[in-house]
Nanobody, 123 residues
Framework: QVQLQESGGGSVQSGGSLSLSCVASGPSSGYYERLCMAWFRQAPGKEREGVAA?????SRTYADFVKGRFTISQDSHKSTLQMDSLEPADTAMYFCAADYICGFELSMGYQYWGQGTPVTVSS
């Protein structure tokens, strides 16, 4: 079993930046090498959507609405989502997801999910 803990959410003005972190814990450290991690978000009244993901070969996938503004990175059992040029439309609860099966990219198939961290962007 893997537990995911997000942090770094908050309130910023339009054009600002935030850095979200997700740390995985649970199995012995050797298993972390095979975790593929991703970020999703869910705005009030909307469905959860994929934001960014890292695959087993280190390749990164981004949703079109964040390309050029967000950067995902992963170091073993920690994922970071650097968010720049934030817009009010980015306001949402941001969730970390992970799985030992890779290739989900921005689809919802991940087995493990965090509780989320809120991001609010004001105009």
């Amino acid at each position: 079993q893997v537990q995911l803990q997000e942090s770094g959410g908050g309130s910023v003005q339009s054009g600002g930046s935030l850095s979200l972190s997700c740390v995985a814990s649970g199995p012995s450290s050797g298993y972390y090498e095979r975790l593929c991690m991703a970020w999703f978000r869910q705005a009030p009244g909307k469905e959860r959507e994929g934001v960014a993901a890292v695959d087993s070969d280190g390749s990164r996938t981004y949703a079109d609405f964040v390309k050029g503004r967000f950067t995902i990175s992963q170091d073993s059992h920690k994922s970071t989502l650097q968010m720049d040029s934030l817009e009010p439309a980015d306001t949402a609860m941001y969730f970390c997801a992970a799985d030992y099966i890779c290739g989900f990219e921005l689809s919802m198939g991940y087995q493990y999910w965090g509780q989320g961290t809120p991001v609010t962007v004001s105009s």
